[in-house]
């Protein structure tokens, strides 16, 4: 069997520059903050999420339930301060499970009401005091495509409204994308970061929020550049950083 080393440093300070870099072709419109950047670790080992925490790296994403807590409660991985998050398909027979996991920073798929209230009801057994939100953002389905999970344009806002208006315990980040695969940019802007950005704008408007405090959590390994020229403010990049992973069977 080939072991292949991965250089896991390396490859983060290629992602963290190629971010920055970004930021620089912004339009002034997204102000200079930097995006948060998630290392997408799923199929990988502990070991290497250690080797990117001691490389300077404190938010990791997880899409499967089990492995976030095979993960989560990991020795070596409960002595460092990661922030998980959540971005996987939520099933509400599983939500105890990951409101348990230490150090969980985020859920990036609620995509519908009864998910958030669900979420917000089981959270006041987890938080730490009364003023501990679990923070979410809302995912949507911007490609339409049946299989991929994520509420409609359509109800995006009035998700939001829930949350905020039902959901106490819950602390609205942003809205959240995963998009058709394998868009070519040079086509122009991809059409599912688009429509992200304009649902955040017709959320803002409807719900009278502020469009600086509302996130877009969009853009992914090939694209996650492209995103950021287009205001994402929360890349999940996985196999740039840990390598590719085996093919989903
Ligand atoms: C796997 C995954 C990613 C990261 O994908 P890469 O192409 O490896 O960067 C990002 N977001 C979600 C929701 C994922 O499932």
Redesign the pocket.
């Known amino acids: 069997m080939k072991i292949k080393m991965v250089d896991i440093a390396g490859n983060l300070n290629f992602v963290r520059e190629k971010i920055s870099k970004a930021c620089s072709r912004r339009s002034p419109e997204f102000g200079n903050s930097i995006p948060r950047l998630v290392a ?1 670790s ?1 199929t990988k080992p502990a070991n290497l999420l250690i080797d990117a925490y001691d490389a300077g790296q404190k938010h990791f ?1 997880e ?1 499967y339930v089990n492995e976030l807590i095979e993960k989560s409660g990991h020795p070596e991985i409960l002595k460092r301060d990661i922030r998980w998050h959540f ?2 398909h939520l099933q509400r027979n599983k939500i105890n499970k990951v409101l348990a996991v230490p150090n969980l920073w985020i859920i990036e798929t609620v995509d519908s009401n009864k998910l958030a209230s669900a979420l917000d009801t089981a959270w006041t057994k987890y938080r730490k005091n009364d003023d501990n939100k679990l923070n979410i953002m809302v995912q949507v389905n911007t490609s339409k495509e049946e299989e991929k999970s994520g509420c409609d344009l359509s109800e995006a806002s009035s998700l939001v409204k829930h949350v905020i208006e039902n959901c106490k315990n819950l602390k609205f980040l942003g809205i959240m994308t ?1 998009g058709a695969y394998g868009y070519d940019p040079s086509n122009g802007p991809n059409p599912d970061f688009v429509s992200l950005r304009q649902c955040r704008d017709d959320i803002c408007k409807e719900l009278n929020l502020v469009r600086d405090q509302v996130e877009l959590s969009m853009g ?3 694209d996650y550049e492209h995103a950021i020229e287009l205001g994402s403010t929360n890349v ?5 950083i840990f390598g590719e ?1 085996p093919p989903k069977n």
């Open positions: 997408v799923k994403g899409n971005i996987g995963i992914m390994s090939t999940r990049v996985g196999s740039a992973r």
